[in-house]
Structures are given as structure tokens and as C-alpha cells.
């Protein structure tokens, strides 16, 4: 069926004047409690309304919308449905609020039996869908007899996801304020999983029916060739892409890859030929940077690959995004398809159509984005000088967001002062209209609602807040040592080396050992000295959430420390729960499974408590953790790591240990005062250089292996 023979059986039919409530919560910054998201929560014993599952279909799961907000800052993604407009839209028409929990289907859908009558409305893309055996229309609200079955069959496309819709929403417990399933994270949902077959859902109470079918209007367009409105920025040429690179980025038509899911999409296209030879300290490839937070949309350039990052995205990472999908095309992230074509047009961000409208003013009957021009402005908003040797530049992220970096592109724990400075500054001020406040290394990212702030103003509030903030050598932080449990050059990081060989690409320079690699481009004489250095590192930490849930990004204390390595290029697809790894100069843990880049040395006990069950009542800035089942996460910003070699075997047992809710971490209390760590950089200032000299020499010598095997291009 064509996109006009399913639009012709819809009735065009308005909505009534009166628009449901959006749940769209202005979410408090870090440290205070996020709004709840979607209906207000029901007793889920005290209604009897249920949906049975006869059959979960290939990947259906539980979203709410605008999902889990609030804590971007720890790794948690906000998940929800990937096509926020399908199933907005599907909600609407069912009287519920536009949040209200439904199902997302994937390639194919479920057989649900109902305990009640009941009305639904299914959406997105076009797929076979019954009830009783009788064919019915997408888009349109229709009624589920007692005991009947809807059945959504695989999708025949174009798209990639359904989504079904019912009256009253589905009634889960919230985890961190949210129904929406992240099943990386393994919570959402009730079961923290996609369906399953005999599993019941209860349903709430429903409300007044709108209307009997989504507007023509009012559909979006679904096709095998999409075009994307983009905004420039954060990272832009010339700075870190050519002019070239630039211009090909949007007049190319890439073609999305099969390895692609909520995630991100992967997209293949044309190699970038860079404005830069490498990333310096933040690693060998041009495209790495220090980390900074991503933004929902942008393409996010991991090495050469392009990717379009998703709902279940990571919230941290140190690669380069030139472009950002505006909010109200992200939408289509949801139905790109495996060889689908996507071309990126940029828009004047002022005249993105608003993602909280529903209707015309949202644009997504067009096929083609309407655009009348491009910002051309490099994504730069706005640069200043905070004193004579300290500057502060305004990146744009998307039309509703702004990357606020500080100084130059170096590793300088005073940059970090002043961004927990600006950080803690915002979340006192309490500004309306802040969604999410999300610190990275040299750099804030500032979400929010722009329909409340708009950005324009936002930049002056910041502009106001600079004269406001103490001097970055008065910064002192509580900062206790954790010492946690490292088995070095684990199997199970071996393994992702190999399945990363057979299954990606076998001829990286890291492979077959990253421990080795690690040793080569750092100038030591053996890999125990990698060991040694490892070990006696103290790891600050200065960003949660790099790589999900809670997981550090840290550098040593003592720059000698410090061992600079590159990042996979292109990145693993599988990396084991907390394993251990250095990206430029960089030290994380991996809070989950999932892809990642960084090269491995070990790995160590869970950073992130899946034992407690949240419900959004403690708030992010509470630092409890194990004891209080409101606050998963183990680390806080500026702790700092100790490690402790552990056998492997030893290791299982711990993580065993620590599933089981027996959490052993040993700390101490302590602070970090920025002056006297400036004082003892001047005092070793000297060891200092001559280390730094020797791991130069090494990283160049790396650098020109790897042009002459055609790693590197000029």
C-alpha cells in the first residue's frame, strides 16, 4: 500500500480546539527532582483493564514520552519512542495525554488480547494489522472487543516502527520517573525488557475518545529517501572539517546501515579529509575530542563513520559532531530503514517548526524539508574572553541546546573548575525553561525548552552568569578516594578484541592487543611498565555517564600518569559490562554492554546498582548509593579511583557479590582544592616536560606509522 492509499481511507477529520495535556516536563537541572513524565501514575492492583501477550512480536517495548529526563548528567538516556510524532499522535486521538505509555513494535508487532472492550490507534509504519482476523486501518481509533486480539503483523514498509497506542496508557512501574524500557540498561518497562509472550500489561482508566482518526493533515510522510533539517554545530568547519567535508556532508545522499538501532543509526557515506592531523591529547584520529555531552540527533562522527544518535544514545563521548537534527525531524530517526537514503538539509535554527505542535506547523507531511537558508555561522553563537588568558565559546546543539567550552582544546582541570562552576551557578539560579544540565570536560551542555527559552536569551543568561562566577582557584570539592577491584587484560576484554577482529575490521593498529598498543604509542620500554603506570595512577573523576549509567570518565592526577592512546576507528559493537579502557588521555568504565571505542586494559566490579528501583522521588543530586534505592550510581564528580589488581576469578565472585547486593567499595573522604594541585604541577613541572617529551615523540612516531599505511590521509 502507497503512503496516499493509506492516507486516503483516513478521515480528515480535525481535532477538537481543546489539546490534551503535554506532558513535557521542564526538568529540573542536576540536583533537583525532574518532573514526572507522562499520566499521572495509577494504583496498577486497583484496575482490572489488562492486555494479555499472545505473541511479543521481533522487539516491542514499553516507552512513555518525552521519556526518562533529568538524567542525561549520569548516563541514562531518555529512551521513549523513537518516533515521538507517531505516537504522539496515536495518544492524542485516544484522548490520553500525549505521554502516555503505549508500545513500540520494530520490524513486527505483537498479538495482544484484551481483558475489555477497548479503543486503540496504531501508527507509525505501514504493517498488516487485525483484530479478530479483520483487517483495519492504521492512523484511525478503533475499538478492541472483550476478549479480542489485536494482531500487528510485520511491516511492509516504508518505515521501521509501529507504534500502538490505547486508551487509558499502559500502567508500569516508573523507574526514574519514567515507564520507557532501556533494555541496555535492563529497567523501563516493569520488566526492563521487550515483551513477552503470557505477559500482561494492565491498563488505566481511559478517557473521551477526540476523535475517530488522525488527521490527513497530520501524517507524517514515510519514504525511502528522507531529508533531515539540520542545524551547524557544535563542530564545524574550519576548526575541525574542511569546507569541503562540510559541503559534502549535506549534498551527500548517505545510505543507512544495517547495524544501526535506538542507539544510533549508521550511516555510509564519504570519508571527511579533517581540518586536523589528530585529536591531541584526546586522541590519534582528527575526530576525537575531549569528551563533551552529545546531543539527541547530532551525527556524530565515531573516527570515519558517521552516526545519527538516538533516544537510548550515550549522554558522554569525545568525538565530533558537525550537524544536529532539529527536534522536530528526529522523529525520522525512528523509521530509517537499513538501505534507506538520508540527505541533511541545514535550516536557520529561529526557523526549525516547533516539536511541541502536532499539526501543519510541524512540517511532517512534507517529503522535503522546506528550508530558507542556513545559519553559516559554523555553529559559533557567540565568543568572549573571560580574562587574559581564558575564553569562552558558545556552540549551538541542535536548535534546543547550547555547548558552552571553555579555554583551548587542552586537558586543564581549571577549564573543569569553571564548568562545575557555571554548573552549580545554574542549578541555584534555577533558570524556566532548562531541561538538562550535562558537564563534560572543558565544556556544559545546556538543553531546553526553547518555546519557554528561547536561545538568544539563553546566551545572555550565561553571558550575566560569567560575571557572577568565584575564580577557578578558589574551587575546592569534597572528593573521596574509591578503591576498586582491576583484573588486568581480562578475558573478557580479550574477547571483545576478537570479536571486534572477525567481526569488524582485523588489520587496526591495536589489534591484536591493546595493552601493546598502549605501550607503543606512549614511548615505554615494556607493557609492565603500562601496568606500573595504571596502578599507581590516582584517576579524578570528571564526568559520569561516559559509555551509560553512572560510568567515569577520569584522567590521572599526576600528568605522568597520563597515557595517551586513540580510539577505535570504527568503534567496537560489543564491549563487556565495566570493562576498563584509555581513550586519548582518558580513563572509563563501561557501565554496560554496548559499543564503545576506548582501548582496554581490564576490567572491575558494577559502577551502577541494577538492584535498586528508583522512582524519580530522591533526584540526581543525592550521592547515596547501595544503601538507598533511590540512587544507583557509585561515583560522584571529582572522586577519585585507586586500583587494586584482582585475579579474574576473583573478579566474578566480586561482580557475583555485588549482584547479589552485597556492595563492599572501600572509600575515604577527602577534598580537591584546584590551588594546591597548581602548586604541585609547578613543583614537578620539570619530570613533567621530560615524561610528556618522550610520550610526544611516540604519539608522532605512531602518527607517521600510521600515514604511511593509509590509517591517515592529509
Given at each position: 500500500?502507497?503512503?496516499?492509499?493509506?492516507?486516503?481511507?483516513?478521515?480528515?477529520?480535525?481535532?477538537?480546539s481543546?489539546?490534551?495535556?503535554?506532558?513535557t516536563?521542564?526538568?529540573?537541572?542536576?540536583?533537583?527532582?525532574?518532573?514526572?513524565?507522562g499520566?499521572?501514575?495509577?494504583?496498577?492492583?486497583?484496575?482490572?483493564?489488562?492486555?494479555?501477550?499472545?505473541?511479543?512480536?521481533m522487539?516491542?517495548?514499553?516507552?512513555?514520552?518525552?521519556?526518562?529526563?533529568?538524567?542525561?548528567?549520569?548516563?541514562v538516556?531518555?529512551?521513549?519512542?523513537?518516533?515521538?510524532?507517531?505516537?504522539?499522535l496515536?495518544?492524542?486521538?485516544?484522548?490520553?495525554?500525549?505521554?502516555a505509555?503505549?508500545?513500540?513494535?520494530?520490524?513486527?508487532?505483537?498479538?495482544?488480547?484484551?481483558?475489555?472492550?477497548?479503543?486503540?490507534?496504531?501508527?507509525?509504519?505501514?504493517?498488516?494489522?487485525?483484530?479478530?482476523?479483520?483487517?483495519?486501518?492504521?492512523w484511525?481509533?478503533?475499538?478492541?472487543?472483550?476478549?479480542?486480539?489485536?494482531?500487528?503483523?510485520?511491516?511492509?514498509?516504508?518505515?521501521?516502527?509501529?507504534?500502538?497506542?490505547?486508551?487509558?496508557?499502559?500502567?508500569?512501574?516508573?523507574?526514574?520517573?519514567?515507564?520507557a524500557?532501556?533494555?541496555l540498561?535492563?529497567?523501563?518497562?516493569?520488566?526492563?525488557?521487550?515483551?513477552?509472550a503470557?505477559?500482561?500489561?494492565?491498563?488505566?482508566?481511559?478517557?473521551t475518545?477526540?476523535?475517530?482518526?488522525?488527521?490527513?493533515?497530520?501524517?507524517?510522510?514515510?519514504?525511502?529517501?528522507?531529508?533531515?533539517?539540520?542545524?551547524?554545530?557544535?563542530?564545524?568547519?574550519?576548526?575541525?572539517?574542511?569546507?569541503?567535508?562540510?559541503?559534502?556532508?549535506?549534498?551527500?545522499?548517505?545510505?543507512?546501515?544495517?547495524?544501526?538501532?535506538?542507539?544510533?543509526?549508521?550511516l555510509?557515506?564519504?570519508?571527511?579529509?579533517?581540518?586536523?592531523?589528530?585529536?591531541?591529547?584526546?586522541?590519534?584520529?582528527?575526530?576525537?575530542?575531549?569528551?563533551?555531552?552529545?546531543?539527541?540527533?547530532?551525527?556524530?562522527?565515531?573516527?570515519?563513520?558517521?552516526?545519527?544518535?538516538?533516544p537510548?544514545?550515550?549522554?558522554?563521548?569525545?568525538?565530533?559532531?558537525?550537524?544536529?537534527?532539529?527536534?522536530?525531524?528526529?522523529?525520522?530517526l525512528?523509521?530509517?530503514?537499513?538501505?534507506?537514503k538520508?540527505?541533511?538539509?541545514?535550516?536557520?535554527?529561529?526557523?526549525?517548526?516547533?516539536?511541541?505542535?502536532?499539526?501543519?506547523?510541524?512540517?511532517?507531511?512534507?517529503?522535503?524539508v522546506?528550508s530558507?537558508?542556513?545559519?553559516?555561522?559554523?555553529?559559533?553563537?557567540?565568543?568572549?574572553?573571560?580574562?587574559?588568558?581564558?575564553?569562552?565559546?558558545?556552540?549551538r546543539?541542535?536548535?534546543?541546546?547550547?555547548?558552552?567550552?571553555?579555554?583551548?582544546?587542552?586537558?586543564?582541570?581549571?577549564?573543569?573548575?569553571r564548568?562545575?562552576?557555571?554548573?552549580?551557578h545554574?542549578?541555584?539560579?534555577?533558570?524556566?525553561?532548562?531541561?538538562?544540565?550535562?558537564?563534560?570536560?572543558?565544556?556544559?551542555?545546556?538543553?531546553?525548552?526553547?518555546?519557554?527559552?528561547?536561545?538568544?536569551r539563553?546566551?545572555?543568561?550565561l553571558?550575566?552568569?560569567?560575571?557572577?562566577?568565584?575564580?577557578?582557584?578558589?574551587?575546592?570539592?569534597?572528593?573521596?578516594?574509591?578503591?576498586?577491584p582491576?583484573?588486568?587484560?581480562?578475558?573478557?576484554?580479550?574477547?571483545?578484541?576478537?570479536?571486534?577482529?572477525?567481526?569488524?575490521?582485523a588489520?587496526?593498529?591495536?589489534?591484536?592487543?591493546?595493552?601493546?598498543?598502549?605501550?607503543?604509542?606512549?614511548?615505554?620500554?615494556?607493557?609492565?611498565?603500562?601496568y606500573r603506570?595504571?596502578?599507581?595512577?590516582e584517576?579524578?573523576?570528571?564526568?559520569?555517564?561516559?559509555?551509560y549509567?553512572?560510568a567515569?570518565?577520569?584522567?590521572?592526577?599526576?600528568?605522568?600518569?597520563?597515557?595517551?592512546?586513540?580510539?577505535?576507528?570504527?568503534?567496537?559493537?560489543?564491549?563487556?559490562?565495566?570493562?576498563?579502557?584509555?581513550?586519548?588521555?582518558?580513563?572509563?568504565?563501561y557501565?554496560?554492554?554496548?559499543?564503545?571505542?576506548?582501548?582496554?586494559?581490564?576490567r572491575?566490579?558494577?559502577v551502577?546498582?541494577?538492584?535498586?528501583?528508583?522512582?524519580?522521588?530522591?533526584?540526581?543530586?543525592?550521592?547515596?548509593?547501595?544503601?538507598?534505592?533511590?540512587?544507583?550510581?557509585?561515583?560522584?564528580?571529582?572522586?577519585?579511583?585507586?586500583?587494586?589488581?584482582?585475579?579474574?576469578?576473583?573478579?566474578?565472585?566480586?561482580?557475583?557479590?555485588?549482584?547479589?547486593?552485597?556492595?563492599?567499595?572501600?572509600?575515604?573522604?577527602?577534598?580537591?582544592?584546584?590551588?594546591?594541585?597548581?602548586?604541585?604541577?609547578?613543583?614537578?613541572?620539570?619530570a613533567?616536560?621530560?615524561?610528556?617529551?618522550?610520550?610526544?615523540?611516540?604519539?608522532?612516531?605512531?602518527?607517521?606509522?600510521?600515514?604511511?599505511?593509509?590509517?591517515?590521509?592529509?
Amino acid at each position: 500500500m502507497s503512503l496516499t492509499d493509506t492516507r486516503s481511507a483516513v478521515v480528515d477529520t480535525a481535532l477538537p480546539s481543546v489539546t490534551p495535556e503535554r506532558h513535557t516536563p521542564v526538568a529540573a537541572p542536576t540536583g533537583t527532582r525532574p518532573a514526572e513524565v507522562g499520566p499521572s501514575a495509577l494504583d496498577p492492583v486497583a484496575g482490572t483493564r489488562s492486555l494479555q501477550v499472545l505473541r511479543p512480536g521481533m522487539q516491542t517495548t514499553v516507552q512513555d514520552w518525552p521519556g526518562r529526563i533529568g538524567y542525561w548528567h549520569i548516563g541514562v538516556p531518555p529512551s521513549g519512542p523513537m518516533d515521538d510524532l507517531s505516537f504522539r499522535l496515536g495518544n492524542r486521538v485516544l484522548g490520553n495525554p500525549e505521554g502516555a505509555a503505549g508500545l513500540e513494535c520494530t520490524l513486527g508487532g505483537p498479538a495482544l488480547r484484551f481483558s475489555e472492550s477497548t479503543w486503540v490507534c496504531v501508527t507509525g509504519a505501514v504493517a498488516d494489522v487485525r483484530v479478530d482476523g479483520r483487517p483495519v486501518e492504521q492512523w484511525r481509533t478503533v475499538e478492541v472487543p472483550a476478549g479480542g486480539v489485536l494482531d500487528v503483523g510485520a511491516i511492509r514498509g516504508p518505515g521501521m516502527r509501529t507504534y500502538i497506542l490505547v486508551a487509558g496508557g499502559i500502567e508500569v512501574e516508573r523507574f526514574l520517573g519514567s515507564t520507557a524500557t532501556f533494555t541496555l540498561g535492563k529497567f523501563g518497562g516493569g520488566t526492563g525488557a521487550a515483551l513477552r509472550a503470557d505477559e500482561s500489561l494492565t491498563l488505566g482508566a481511559p478517557g473521551t475518545r477526540l476523535a475517530p482518526a488522525v488527521p490527513m493533515g497530520d501524517i507524517p510522510a514515510f519514504g525511502h529517501r528522507w531529508e533531515l533539517a539540520v542545524t551547524e554545530g557544535p563542530h564545524g568547519a574550519p576548526e575541525f572539517f574542511t569546507r569541503a567535508d562540510f559541503d559534502t556532508i549535506i549534498g551527500t545522499d548517505y545510505e543507512v546501515h544495517f547495524n544501526s538501532d535506538r542507539t544510533g543509526v549508521r550511516l555510509i557515506g564519504p570519508k571527511p579529509e579533517w581540518a586536523r592531523t589528530d585529536g591531541g591529547e584526546a586522541g590519534l584520529h582528527p575526530s576525537n575530542i575531549h569528551d563533551n555531552a552529545y546531543s539527541i540527533g547530532a551525527l556524530d562522527f565515531t573516527g570515519d563513520t558517521p552516526i545519527l544518535l538516538g533516544p537510548d544514545g550515550p549522554s558522554l563521548g569525545g568525538f565530533v559532531c558537525p550537524v544536529t537534527v532539529v527536534a522536530a525531524d528526529r522523529w525520522k530517526l525512528g523509521q530509517l530503514t537499513p538501505g534507506d537514503k538520508v540527505r541533511f538539509v541545514p535550516v536557520r535554527a529561529e526557523h526549525a517548526a516547533p516539536a511541541g505542535e502536532l499539526g501543519a506547523r510541524r512540517r511532517a507531511s512534507f517529503g522535503t524539508v522546506l528550508s530558507a537558508g542556513r545559519d553559516g555561522d559554523d555553529g559559533i553563537l557567540r565568543r568572549t574572553a573571560i580574562d587574559d588568558e581564558t575564553g569562552v565559546t558558545y556552540r549551538r546543539q541542535g536548535d534546543d541546546g547550547v555547548l558552552v567550552e571553555y579555554g583551548t582544546l587542552t586537558l586543564d582541570l581549571g577549564l573543569r573548575a569553571r564548568v562545575h562552576a557555571l554548573h552549580q551557578h545554574l542549578i541555584a539560579a534555577g533558570p524556566r525553561g532548562v531541561v538538562e544540565l550535562t558537564p563534560g570536560i572543558r565544556s556544559l551542555q545546556i538543553r531546553v525548552d526553547p518555546a519557554v527559552l528561547p536561545i538568544a536569551r539563553l546566551l545572555d543568561l550565561l553571558a550575566e552568569a560569567e560575571a557572577q562566577l568565584p575564580n577557578s582557584d578558589q574551587l575546592v570539592v569534597p572528593s573521596r578516594t574509591v578503591h576498586l577491584p582491576l583484573s588486568w587484560d581480562d578475558p573478557a576484554t580479550r574477547e571483545a578484541i576478537t570479536r571486534y577482529m572477525h567481526g569488524v575490521r582485523a588489520d587496526a593498529p591495536w589489534c591484536p592487543w591493546n595493552i601493546e598498543f598502549i605501550r607503543r604509542m606512549n614511548g615505554l620500554d615494556s607493557v609492565d611498565d603500562v601496568y606500573r603506570t595504571v596502578f599507581d595512577a590516582e584517576y579524578l573523576v570528571l564526568g559520569l555517564g561516559d559509555v551509560y549509567l553512572g560510568a567515569p570518565v577520569a584522567t590521572p592526577t599526576d600528568p605522568r600518569h597520563r597515557l595517551v592512546t586513540t580510539k577505535y576507528n570504527p568503534a567496537r559493537t560489543w564491549t563487556p559490562e565495566n570493562a576498563v579502557g584509555i581513550g586519548g588521555a582518558y580513563l572509563c568504565i563501561y557501565g554496560m554492554e554496548g559499543p564503545g571505542g576506548y582501548q582496554f586494559v581490564g576490567r572491575t566490579t558494577q559502577v551502577w546498582n541494577h538492584r535498586a528501583r528508583p522512582t524519580g522521588t530522591a533526584g540526581p543530586g543525592v550521592d547515596r548509593f547501595a544503601t538507598d534505592p533511590e540512587t544507583p550510581w557509585l561515583l560522584r564528580y571529582f572522586d577519585r579511583i585507586r586500583w587494586h589488581p584482582v585475579e579474574p576469578d576473583e573478579l566474578l565472585d566480586l561482580r557475583a557479590d555485588f549482584a547479589a547486593g552485597k556492595v563492599d567499595v572501600a572509600t575515604e573522604d577527602g577534598e580537591f582544592r584546584l590551588a594546591d594541585y597548581r602548586a604541585f604541577l609547578r613543583d614537578n613541572d620539570a619530570a613533567i616536560t621530560d615524561f610528556r617529551a618522550v610520550q610526544a615523540d611516540a604519539f608522532a612516531a605512531e602518527r607517521h606509522s600510521w600515514r604511511a599505511t593509509g590509517e591517515l590521509t592529509d
